[in-house]
């Protein structure tokens, strides 16, 4: 039997979770999303879709952090 870590003890344990499985990853970017990740296109270079659901913005934000070196 495995072990269920108990969430009032390791409130962050499940933090991150993958976009694609957000219940509420086909709805559109948040504002603070498309911000972001239109500051982080034009560093880029790149095009900035405002079309973007909220996982896909959010993987767009991973991938340009990356690109850029901001974030993590």
């Known amino acids: 039997m495995s072990e269920i870590e108990n969430p009032k003890t390791h409130p962050t344990s499940n933090a991150e979770k993958d976009p694609d499985d957000w219940t509420t990853g086909d709805e559109a970017m948040t504002g603070a999303q ?3 990740l ?3 296109s034009e ?5 900035f ?3 973007l659901s909220k ?3 959010s993987k ?3 991938a340009l952090q ?7």
């Not at 990356?66 to 993590?72: A, L, P, V, Y």
């Open 34 to 36: 498309a911000s972001y």
């Open 43 to 47: 560093e880029a270079g790149e095009a």
């Open 66 to 72: 990356e690109q850029t070196g901001r974030g993590k």
């Open 60 to 62: 767009r934000i991973d």
């Open 49 to 51: 879709d405002d079309t």
């Open 38 to 40: 239109k500051t982080l």
């Open 55 to 57: 996982a896909d913005a």
